[in-house]
């Protein structure tokens, strides 16, 4: 009976406006939809079916603002038993490695975890790290970009792909495993699972109650100094075909260096 936490976030919208908020850089959340970033329901998945196969329990972990608990919601609506929710006020601007110990600290608050699932990289970072720093700090074997799990007893395997081909892992739980966009379809939630979903408990637990410091933007490693919004997109160059419209095409693409 593996228990099992799957680390959810809370992103915009990829098909919204995303910018940096002038103030400080930081990404602006408030200035697009909010939505449980994609990878994340794959994870949401996969730990659903181990629970499935098995007879675990999940319990579904995010750091974020008090609006992340839509994020949460849906998760629990899936089929996820529980909730925690880290949301502090402090943790504006904190870095990968900042956000890395503020999740281990609560995977350990959550008791004798067997099993850490997450995505591989988020749409709004794509830093494609933090599973592997919450495996450093827990002391945890790390296995990822999965495409396939295995639970076998207490031994977990795993297929990853690689530009080289499929390589084939396995450690012996607890584990922390990542997942690709490859590892499965998550399921919609039910009418009656989203029903269910308002009534599954949610810890709020605060970064005082995890005992972590040096968190937020002036205690970041890394910061943005500068930045400013893409430029407009040009107007194409148009090329009438007078029976060269094939050469002309190549030497564009040839002054481009695309060729």
Same mark, same amino acid.
């Given at each position: ?7 959810? $976030?809370?992103?915009?919208? @990829? ?16 200035? &697009?939809?909010? !939505?449980?970033?994609? %990878? ?16 675990g329990?999940? @319990?579904?972990? @995010?750091?974020?603002p ?7 919601r ?5 089929g996820? #038993? $529980?909730?925690?929710?880290?949301v ?28 850490? %699932? ?15 720093? %919450?495996?450093?700090?827990?002391? /945890?074997?790390?296995?990822?970009? &999965?495409? $396939?799990?295995?639970? +076998?007893?207490? @031994? ?22 990542? !997942?690709? *966009? ?5 399921r919609?939630?039910? /009418?009656?699972? %989203?029903? &269910?979903?308002?009534?599954?408990? !949610?810890?709020?637990?605060? !970064?005082? #109650? ?15 100094? *500068? ?5 407009p ?10 029976? +060269? ?5 190549a *030497? ?8």
């Open positions: 009976m593996p228990n099992i936490v799957v680390l959810v $976030k809370q992103v915009p919208d @990829t098909y919204s406006e995303r910018k940096l908020s002038d103030s400080d850089h930081t990404l602006d959340r408030d200035s &697009a939809d909010a !939505v449980l970033d994609e %990878i994340n329901e794959r994870a949401v998945e996969e730990a659903l079916v181990i629970k499935e196969a098995h007879d329990e999940v @319990t579904v972990l @995010t750091v974020g008090d609006r992340a608990t839509d994020a949460i849906k998760a629990l609506s899936m996820a #038993d $529980k909730a925690v929710h880290v502090d006020d402090s943790l504006h601007g904190s870095d990968l490695l900042q956000t890395a110990k503020v999740i281990a600290a609560a995977i350990t608050n959550v008791g004798d975890v067997d099993l850490v %699932i997450a995505g591989n990289e988020a749409s709004d970072g794509q830093g494609g790290a933090v599973p592997a720093v %919450i495996a450093e700090i827990l002391g /945890f074997p790390q296995l990822t970009h &999965a495409r $396939k799990v295995e639970l +076998d007893g207490t @031994t977990l395997k795993v297929t990853r792909e690689t530009d080289e081909g499929l390589t084939h892992l396995e450690a012996s739980l607890p584990a922390v495993v990542s !997942v690709s *966009e490859k590892i499965n379809e998550p919609y939630p039910s /009418f009656k699972g %989203i029903m &269910a979903a308002k009534k599954k408990p !949610v810890e709020m637990l605060s !970064v005082g #109650d995890l005992s972590v410091d040096d968190v937020g933007l002036a205690a970041a490693w890394s910061s943005v100094v *500068e930045a400013s919004p893409k430029p997109r040009e107007a194409g160059q148009r090329v009438e075909d007078d029976g +060269d419209g094939g050469v002309k095409a *030497e564009y693409l040839v002054s481009q260096k695309l060729i």
